[in-house]
């Protein structure tokens, strides 16, 4: 029952990915697309957001998928659907990466990688400090996971027992220019994680009920990881694993085949 | 002034329950008061400039006001763009407090001085900046900043700076008249007031004492305020332990274009340049023409041409 729902979500939140991309005429729709069904899972059942002022606070640290959050947020009721029209229009409100004062739900700031995950860090300890049980989500990209930053933090957070905090690494395998396993010594990316003294799990990123076990699963005390093996493009056949997606344009004919695939 | 500084927010802390204070692996000893008292409330970040950054702007989001604390260049410089983004872009309400202004820490060397942080505020739109010339402004900058809703850049020297002016109601955002003069001006900001003090004493042994204003708050520069201060002088020294290129003396230039004022203006710094000369803070402030015997030749020179 609740997958269905997640999947009818993740659905939508595709097909408004794809409207977006094609008015706009902007770039990243592959990696928006390759973590829409975490997404999904989090904001139609994960995260506690019906208390708004206690609510649990995701943040999309790989902002270049803001797309995929914006519909996202639409989805679940939180944002306007009026908004997503003015998605990098002239006079617009919803930039390509995100702006916290744009819109209700957008909790922080980001574009620049290996910011909003040390973001979210600082979030939990306050949390935690104030002795309150919300939780922060964080979703990273592969090619994020390469910035010193994102280290820095993982070296940090395990001394402070944030067990409210979890990331989600979409790793999709394609950034911009390459394959993170290719451009460097990328793997094995869990066993660093669990090296590092963070709970770490190793899902499909695109199976619900993965998604959904390894958001419920127990971390022991330790702040999680989720490695998400995810197909950058997904959901659209010739966009999926294909590099150009990270950059290439949706033109009409890209949509209409887009959205035929996506009912 | 680090004292005055530091012991105003530990003061607060007492009565406040959302002040924290992240430290970069620096200042031994300075929290060890507050440490003890409030265990759960200071972290000490290590050497992890960004993450340090990112993690207080998580903090104020959750509702913290948080102070960073670190030797200038570590403070903003590596990680200028967590304080552009997540900082100031968010506009949060984190101070920023650093110590070791100018050449405070020769002869470290260059890695340790801050020579261009004045340059790098006028990019960071919503950052708050004051830098102290006593004592009495920092505890005033203390005060300000605990109770600003903007992030706040606090440029500190080190301790056991002396009281220049004790004035106990002014306003930290305005330039203030520290010394009388007449119709010429020294203006300054920060930790070089030693040596304005020294020369303002010389030179109105020999009756041209300089009017001198400290102008602690750089930004947002208080505009009118400068204006008015320096109406009814002539000219105007500008000195500060900074590049020259890019601090006040800069602004000040910016401002005698915009207003048509009509004072002449010297500018006296640090030269644009990589400091590869190696000596105390005394001994490189004389070494590029901003210690006390510099501020007089120049005020002396252009008396002579008046």
Known sequence: MVVKQIKQAASQIRRDVIEMAFRSGGPHVGGALSCVDILAALYHKIMQLENWEERDIFILSKAHAAMALYSTLVSKGIMSPDLLETYCQEGGRLPAHLDRFSGRGIECSAGSLGHGFNIGLGVASGFKQRGSTRRVFVLIGDGEAQEGSVWEGALFAPTMGLDNFTAIMDYNDLQGYGSPSEICCFEPVASKWSAFGWYVCEIDGHDHNSILRALAEDSCGKPKMIIARTVKGKGVSFMENQLIWHYYIVTAEHRLRALEELQ | MRNAFIDTIIDACSEREDIFILSGDAGL??????????????????????????????????????????????????????????????????????????????????????????????????????????????????????????????????????????????????????????????????????????????????????????????????????????????????????????????????????????????????????????????????????????????????????
């Not at chain 2, 101070?95 to 990019?123: K, N």
């Not at chain 2, 009281?163 to 010394?179: K, Q, W």
């Not at chain 2, 400091?275 to 001994?283: A, K, L």
């Open chain 2, 29 to 306: 000893g300075v929290f060890d008061q507050f440490k003890e008292k409030h265990p759960d409330r200071f972290r000490n970040m290590g050497i992890a400039e960004q993450n340090t950054i990112s993690f207080a702007s998580g903090l104020a989001l959750s509702g913290y006001k948080v102070f960073v604390y670190n030797i200038i260049p570590f403070l903003f410089y590596r990680c200028y763009e967590q304080v552009r983004n997540d900082i100031c872009y968010q506009e949060l309400p984190i101070v920023l407090v650093g110590v070791g202004s100018g050449i405070t820490y020769a002869p470290m060397g260059m890695t340790h001085y801050s020579v261009e942080d004045i340059g790098l505020i006028q990019t960071l739109p919503n950052l708050v900046t004051i830098s102290p010339m006593d004592p009495v402004e920092a505890r005033a900058a203390a005060v300000y900043s605990l109770n600003s809703e903007k992030p706040v850049y606090i440029r500190l020297a080190k301790r056991g700076e002396p009281v220049i002016f004790n004035d106990s109601t002014f306003d930290i955002t305005a330039p203030r008249i520290v010394r009388d003069g007449e119709w010429i001006a020294v203006v300054f900001h920060g930790s070089i007031s030693d040596e304005v003090l020294e020369a303002y004493e010389s030179l109105k042994n020999s009756g041209i004492a300089p009017l001198l204003v400290s102008v602690p708050t750089l930004q947002p520069l208080d505009a009118a305020g400068v204006i008015s201060i320096l109406s009814k002088v002539d000219h105007v020294v500008c000195v500060e332990e900074h590049f020259v290129n890019s601090g006040l003396g800069s602004m000040l230039a910016r401002l005698k274009t915009e207003q048509s004022a009509q004072w002449g203006l010297t500018l006296m710094g640090v030269p644009y340049g990589f400091i590869h000369e190696v000596g105390n803070c005394e001994y490189l402030r004389s070494f590029y023409g901003i210690s006390a015997s510099e501020i007089i030749r120049t005020v002396t020179s252009i008396s002579g041409a008046h």
